[in-house]
């Protein structure tokens, strides 16, 4: 199912959630909109979904117009499913039972589906491999064998719109990773079009077709996860999504040269358009490399201010030209907390040795 959403905003008194919002999504796309708390990506799901009404602009879901300023259809006139963040299970109803309700309720069922209840039930256990716990009540599941009944419930009615609000976010770490796999392989069985919402970046990486990057109550920008992660257009898409090191210079015939550093010029790795016109090249943490050799011709003086070890390797946070760079190296280079040190990214070419 196709979604296109024109122009829409979304005030609560003096306060504005969403300002013009345009966006159009194809069917069966993996949509993951994705911003820090307060960013809009819940309002604009609840939009989507029939909850709130927009103050303008207009929603259409496949060929019908469900939301304006004057006129918004309900949830239950939509065909919608939706995952809830708390997961919002019933305590009186089995595993079983929650996947029949809406075969048994929802509007849009065909009665095809209607008629094989008791099929499509156990298909759907099956694909969320909840079949030895068919029985089960909620309060004797686990979290993540909770997020699959309520995955489980949305998809059972096969609803040509999937809205999910933040699923996973109540999970540990290993279970996020397990039910990422679960959600992509439910996309690629159902077919149909998701609409994501999300604070982690590592999870629209990992799933989305598209990634939609919001912040205060605007889109940032659009586009494929390598895109957004490898050609951030803002430099809030390369703080927030990639974790970029925003280096203040000058760009000059396609080289870029860091504010107090003359000698030093990077290549153009691909860096969009508008971040050069506002003078930044986003040094990811993984584009840099720490060394201990100061007669290196392009070595950035720095301190160590932070070191975390993740096992594959060392987050370090370093103190270089006035502000604060983050760095991540192989835990086979080792360094200690205030250690001297000097910052390249790889790849830089220079005239002369760098003084300070």
Same mark, same amino acid.
């Given at each position: 199912?196709?979604?296109?959403?024109?122009? #829409?905003?979304?005030?609560?008194?003096?306060?504005?959630?969403?300002?013009?919002?345009? /966006?159009? #999504?194809?069917?069966?796309?993996?949509?993951?909109?994705?911003?820090?708390?307060?960013?809009?990506?819940?309002?604009? /799901?609840?939009? /989507?979904?029939?909850?709130?009404?927009?103050?303008?602009? @207009? #929603?259409?879901?496949?060929? @019908?117009?469900? %939301?304006?300023?004057?006129?918004?259809?309900?949830?239950?006139?939509?065909?919608?499913?939706?995952?809830?963040?708390?997961?919002?299970?019933?305590?009186?109803?089995?595993?079983?039972?929650?996947?029949?309700?809406?075969?048994?309720?929802?509007?849009?069922?065909?009665?095809?589906?209607?008629?094989?209840?008791?099929?499509?039930?156990?298909?759907?256990?099956?694909?969320?491999?909840?079949?030895?716990?068919?029985d089960r009540m909620p309060s004797e599941l686990s979290g993540g064998q909770k997020q699959?009944?309520?995955?489980?419930?949305?998809?059972?009615?096969?609803?040509?719109?999937? /809205?999910?609000?933040?699923?996973?976010?109540?999970?540990?770490?290993?279970?996020?990773?397990?039910?990422?796999?679960?959600?992509?392989?439910?996309?690629?069985?159902? %077919?149909?079009?998701? =609409?994501?919402?999300?604070?982690?970046?590592?999870?629209?990486?990992?799933?989305?077709?598209?990634? =939609?990057?919001?912040?205060?109550?605007?889109?940032?920008?659009?586009?494929?996860?390598?895109?957004?992660?490898?050609?951030?257009?803002?430099?809030?898409?390369?703080?927030?999504?990639?974790?970029?090191?925003?280096?203040?210079?000058?760009?000059?015939?396609?080289?870029?040269?860091?504010?107090?550093?003359?000698?030093?010029?990077?290549?153009?790795? %691909? #860096?969009?358009?508008?971040?050069?016109?506002? %003078?930044?090249?986003?040094?990811?943490?993984?584009?840099?490399?720490?060394?201990?050799?100061?007669?290196?011709?392009?070595?950035?003086?720095? =301190?160590?201010?932070?070191?975390?070890?993740?096992?594959?390797?060392?987050?370090?946070?370093?103190?270089?030209?006035?502000?604060?760079?983050?760095?991540?190296?192989?835990?086979?280079?080792?360094?200690?907390?205030?250690?001297?040190?000097?910052?390249?990214?790889?790849?830089?070419?220079?005239?002369?040795?760098?003084? =300070?």
């Amino acid at each position: 199912m196709s979604i296109k959403i024109s122009q #829409i905003s979304k005030q609560f008194d003096q306060f504005t959630a969403l300002k013009d919002i345009q /966006l159009s #999504i194809e069917p069966g796309e993996f949509i993951a909109i994705l911003g820090p708390s307060g960013c809009g990506k819940t309002t604009l /799901l609840r939009l /989507l979904a029939g909850f709130l009404s927009p103050t303008a602009g @207009s #929603i259409e879901i496949g060929e @019908s117009q469900v %939301g304006t300023a004057k006129r918004s259809l309900p949830p239950e006139q939509r065909n919608i499913g939706m995952v809830f963040q708390s997961f919002a299970l019933w305590p009186h109803l089995n595993v079983k039972d929650h996947i029949r309700f809406p075969i048994q309720h929802h509007r849009f069922v065909p009665s095809a589906l209607k008629k094989n209840e008791a099929k499509r039930v156990e298909e759907v256990l099956k694909m969320v491999d909840l079949e030895s716990f068919a029985d089960r009540m909620p309060s004797e599941l686990s979290g993540g064998q909770k997020q699959r009944v309520a995955l489980a419930r949305a998809i059972a009615p096969k609803p040509e719109l999937l /809205l999910m609000d933040e699923p996973l976010s109540n999970l540990d770490a290993e279970l996020r990773m397990e039910m990422r796999n679960e959600i992509q392989s439910i996309h690629r069985l159902t %077919g149909a079009t998701i =609409v994501y919402v999300t604070h982690d970046q590592g999870e629209a990486l990992a799933m989305a077709d598209r990634i =939609v990057v919001m912040n205060q109550g605007e889109i940032e920008q659009v586009g494929t996860p390598p895109e957004i992660f490898a050609r951030p257009k803002t430099p809030f898409v390369a703080k927030f999504v990639g974790k970029a090191n925003l280096v203040k210079g000058s760009w000059k015939e396609g080289k870029f040269t860091p504010e107090s550093l003359p000698n030093v010029q990077w290549q153009d790795n %691909g #860096i969009e358009e508008g971040m050069k016109n506002q %003078g930044y090249y986003p040094a990811r943490p993984e584009q840099l490399q720490l060394t201990k050799d100061q007669d290196i011709q392009n070595a950035i003086p720095a =301190v160590i201010t932070s070191v975390q070890y993740q096992g594959k390797e060392i987050h370090y946070l370093v103190q270089a030209l006035e502000q604060e760079w983050s760095v991540h190296a192989d835990i086979f280079d080792k360094f200690d907390l205030g250690e001297q040190v000097y910052i390249q990214l790889k790849g830089a070419v220079v005239k002369d040795r760098v003084k =300070v």
